[in-house]
């Protein structure tokens, strides 16, 4: 199964920034995938005013791999932290 890939920068009120991936079924629509990660910021505590469509820009596509899959599966997205989280 290929997944997409959506590379994703949010500025925190602090000046800082949260920088992660958002990991989605390859035909899920944008609008869903930015509601993923407003989703995630939520969990995070995270005060932002969203994600924009500038913030948030597909990457690629990739094989899945187990670790996504179950939460992909379950929640629909599985978000990967890089910097910031």
């Not at 590379?7 to 009120?13: A, G, Q, R």
């Not at 920088?19 to 939520?42: A, M, R, S, W």
């Not at 995270?46 to 899945?64: E, M, P, Q, Y």
Request: net charge negative; hydrophobic share 35%; glycine share 10%.
């Amino acid at each position: 199964m290929e997944v997409a890939v959506f590379d994703t920068y949010v500025k925190k009120k602090d000046g800082r920034y949260l920088h992660f991936n958002i990991i989605v079924g390859k035909d899920t629509p944008f609008e869903e995938v930015l509601g993923y990660g407003n989703k995630y910021l939520q969990v995070k505590g995270v005060n932002s005013a969203g994600i924009l469509h500038k913030d948030c820009r597909f990457c690629h596509l990739t094989a899945i791999i187990p670790n996504w899959e179950l939460q992909i599966k379950a929640e629909g997205y599985y978000v990967h932290e890089l910097e910031g989280c």
